[in-house]
């Protein structure tokens, strides 16, 4: 099942949070500037394989998606697509620093 690529961030498909926050999981753009962009900003040590991994709504903004309106009316499973060049902008890890700061700007996550 994928998770989240982003490092701190442990959202997977079936997590209680992403289940009741309606996140949805993109994949990496295949354009290689934008991806490259999206694995910088993963901060992750490991390495990452753009083609299967994924990253959840929690790092964009609303305004970064595109509802699929067809998929609404049809009532068929939510679905929101990214812009295209969107990249992740929010609740991402720190450059450097300690671990405490986690939390900055995480206004949705300590609700459970
Ligand atoms: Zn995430």
Redesign the pocket.
Known sequence: MPS?A?AL?D?THLSLKAITKKLTFHRFPVDKIVCSIWVSKCKRKDKINPKNAV??S??FEETDFVIDRASEVLGMHYRRKLKTGTIPTK?LPLQQGPKKQRSIRKKTTFSE
Do not use: E, M, R, Y
């Open positions: 989240c982003i961030c959202n990253i959840c929690n790092h609740n």
